[in-house]
């Protein structure tokens, strides 16, 4: 940890309460002036700090600043032996978490955050709007699932976990749109992007990538992405005072309870619970499939294996288990 790092994480851990320069200086051993110019460099990297005269510094509760060093030392007090990577901007975390294992080995299970993504993407190579300072863009590299026998149910946790925290965190209640995308009042905040690494020999899976983008104050969408939203606006959050960090300490901890004993899930709970929170289940979609014209259908139900079932208007039952639905405009 840098001086700068330090000196951010003193602050974040002390929000409340203003830190003098002397303190922190003779804490680093610099001089107070050499403090200075940090504060002044943190300043100008768009972060908010009070400076009060015989007082000393403190975040402003306009800022929400994602700490490496914060979500780190809370997984640890919980037991969780996660290597963590923060990085200003990637292009993705799924891609950099890729990057990463092809150039070091991942022994233990990691998390990549980034406070901003140039080329954030989703499935069938949607684009994910990830602009800086109020997203949460994340991905984790898991190595326990070299057995997997079906990936729909990684999906289908990741999405209940998200849910589940939300919930926790906050008392909001939110839906799932099969199989990853989770609304809020009508409007798209979280997508996830399930990718593996496989052995081209024995076809098992070598390490699990699962990534998840999260609208948490975002605003000013692009017009093509009219059904998006977030999970706060600027004014609910500063009323809240929920952080990011506290989001992504909050969703790891909700998907360690169930990767830990995934193997053991009660499936069919799962699915009940999977299902209770369904946003398309009794309605019209639109069904897109890889090299076929979109379709209407009724989404009927979600099956053991996590299945979209749909009944097209030819009264033909169809079982999805991938392709795109979109809940059909009155």
């Not at 993705?92 to 998390?111: C, D, M």
């Not at 925290?165 to 809020?184: M, P, R, Y």
């Amino acid at each position: 940890m840098n001086n700068k790092e330090y000196i951010i994480f003193q602050l974040q851990n002390n929000s409340e309460t203003f830190i003098s320069g002397e303190d922190l200086a003779k804490a680093l051993n610099i001089s107070r002036a050499a403090i200075s110019k940090i504060i002044k460099e943190i300043k100008n990297e768009g972060i908010v700090i009070e400076s009060v005269p015989n007082k000393g510094y403190k975040l402003s509760n306009t800022n929400d600043l994602i700490s490496r060093d914060i979500i780190k030392n809370s997984l640890q007090k919980n037991g969780f032996n996660l290597d963590v990577y923060f990085h200003k901007i990637v292009n993705s975390t799924n891609l950099e978490a890729k990057r990463l294992i092809l150039n070091s080995s991942i022994p233990n299970p990691s998390l990549i955050i980034a406070n901003e993504q140039s080329q954030g993407k989703g499935r069938f190579g949607k684009i994910f709007f990830s602009p800086k300072n109020s997203g949460i863009y994340f991905s984790i590299i898991e190595n326990s699932f070299t057995n997997l026998k079906n990936s729909t149910f990684i999906t289908i946790c990741t999405a209940l976990a998200i849910t589940r925290a939300i919930e926790k965190l906050t008392g909001f209640s939110t839906q799932i749109k099969w199989v990853n995308d989770i609304f809020f009042n009508g409007k798209k905040i979280c997508g996830i992007l399930t990718e593996a690494i496989t052995n081209f020999e024995t076809g098992e899976i070598e390490k699990l990538i699962i990534g998840i983008g999260i609208n948490f104050s975002t605003i000013d969408f692009p017009k093509e992405l009219e059904s998006a939203g977030s999970l706060f606006s600027p004014l609910s959050l500063n009323s809240n005072k929920i952080t990011r960090n506290d989001l992504i300490i909050n969703i790891v901890t909700e998907l360690d309870l169930f990767f830990k004993n995934f193997n053991s899930l009660n499936y069919r709970e799962i699915i009940e619970e999977y299902k209770s929170k369904s946003n398309i289940l009794g309605k019209e979609v639109l069904v897109t499939l890889p090299n076929t014209p979109p379709f209407s259908a009724i989404a009927v139900d979600i099956d053991e294996f996590g299945h979209l079932i749909i009944k097209k208007e030819s009264n033909e039952i169809l079982s999805l288990n991938y392709g795109e639905v979109s809940i059909k405009k009155i």
